[in-house]
């Protein structure tokens, strides 16, 4: 159960976009349709941004979008704003009802 | 409104034992798979352990295997994880998460556990 692999951190003006990818193995990532993102401020709980991927819960803005390719998924945040500024992490299900995250990614919006 | 609750979390020594709960409310709590999450201090999150409906089916993340057991009271709407044989390395704010398919999509606001001496 190896940690998936995010950039340590990541930084955009407001109105920018950035990405934030996850790197697996095949056994995760590329083997199932099954990654979540999730954004958390400093003291606070994790809050769920999408998952299955690409899907939104209620209640999240559509600049927060999910895609995948091969062993890697992408979280992308459009139209920055100082809210965002927050840490994110990627999980996936990596079978037999297990699941592994990645290390995470700061996001500061300068 | 979902809310989960946690509670237990304080300071033990290594090779101690401690056992920490989760109160859920707003959801058929027994309809639903329920996870454990950790958080060490300055660090990502990491998958402890989770549990089917009816408490049959339990899964581990391999740090805890064998130390840590999860169990839930559906008639209490009460999520647990009975820790033991504590290290350092547990030191961490524990989470309690609902499940949305094979996604966590309600989290606690967490139980601080210090293992320290």
């Known amino acids: 159960q190896s940690a998936l692999t995010q950039p340590r951190s990541v930084s955009g003006s407001p109105g920018q976009s950035v990405t934030i990818s996850c790197t697996g193995t095949?056994?995760?990532?590329?083997?199932?349709?099954?990654v979540s993102w999730y954004q958390q401020h400093p003291g606070k709980a994790p809050k769920l941004l999408i998952y299955?991927?690409?899907k939104w819960p209620s209640g999240v803005p559509d600049r927060f979008s999910g895609s995948k390719s091969g062993n890697t998924a992408s979280l992308t945040i459009s139209g920055l704003q100082a809210e965002d500024e927050a840490d994110y992490y990627c999980c996936s299900w990596a079978g037999r009802n297990t699941w592994v995250f990645g290390g995470g990614t700061k996001l500061s919006v300068l | 409104e979902v809310q989960l609750v946690e509670s237990g979390g304080g300071l033990v020594q290594p090779g101690g034992s401690l056992r920490l709960s989760c109160a859920a409310s707003g959801f058929t709590f027994s309809d639903i798979w329920m996870s454990w999450v950790r958080q060490a201090p300055g660090k990502g999150l990491e998958w402890v352990a989770n549990i089917n409906q009816d408490g049959s089916m339990k899964n581990y993340g391999d740090s805890v295997k064998g130390r840590f057991t999860i169990s839930r009271d559906n008639a209490k709407n009460s999520l647990y994880l009975q820790m033991s044989s504590l290290r350092a390395e547990d030191t961490a704010v524990y989470y309690c998460?609902?499940?949305?398919?094979?996604?966590?999509?309600?989290w606690g606001q967490g139980t601080l556990v210090t293992v320290s001496s």
């Open positions: 299955d991927v690409t």
């Open positions: 998460a609902k499940y949305l398919g094979r996604n966590f999509d309600y």
């Open positions: 095949s056994s995760d990532v590329g083997g199932y349709n099954y």
